[in-house]
């Protein structure tokens, strides 16, 4: 925890000094390591981090911050790790989406909503949006309504005779 801070201490640190003298862009690979020394954190604690690298440059200006969140939504976005894309649906939801912060490129906007939209009701943890479907005696049937261990749900056209036999 104190060498997470300190990392946070020393990054900001960093990033002030390098957007008053040169190019904002040269933070990059400074940012990029410290995401990847807290990307086994819990993702609640990511969360907490990269809320608390955003605030904490907000004295450089709007330009830096959307840069920070811009590189962490991106690095999460991409990551390996299975629901860490919950921290990209953070950032885009708490910064981007409602126009909080401005996302880089204007042409690109449109794929930070996307990608929202389609991962919000996959996240780890969270319930699945409600799933009716027609049973076998032409009925609707919620998913949810059924209670057993053990769902098995078949997907096939109901015209297709050897689905129907696999069946």
């Known amino acids: ?24 862009t ?17 993702i609640d604690t990511i969360i907490c981090r990269v809320d608390s690298l955003i605030a904490a440059v907000e004295p450089q200006g709007p330009d830096v911050q959307s840069q920070v969140a811009g590189i962490a939504y991106d690095f999460f976005c991409d990551s390996p790790l299975m629901g860490q894309e919950a921290v990209s649906v953070h950032i885009a939801d708490n910064y981007f989406l409602n126009k ?38 032409s009925l609707w049937v919620s998913m949810r309504n059924i209670e057993s261990p053990y769902k098995v749900l078949y997907f096939y056209e109901p015209q297709c005779s050897s689905c129907r036999r696999q069946t």
Not at 26 to 42: A, N, Q, R
């Open 26 to 42: 040269s933070i990059h690979p400074y940012l990029t390591d410290y995401l990847k020394s807290i990307m086994m954190e819990p």
């Open 1 to 24: 925890m104190k060498r997470a801070l300190l990392t946070l201490l020393t990054l900001t640190v960093m990033i002030h000094s390098m957007t008053a003298q040169t190019d904002s």
């Open 100 to 137: 909080k912060l401005k996302w880089i490129d204007e042409k690109t906007f449109p794929g930070v909503y996307s990608f929202a939209e389609f991962n919000r009701h996959s996240l780890l943890g969270k319930s699945a949006p409600e799933l009716r479907m027609e049973g076998i005696d």
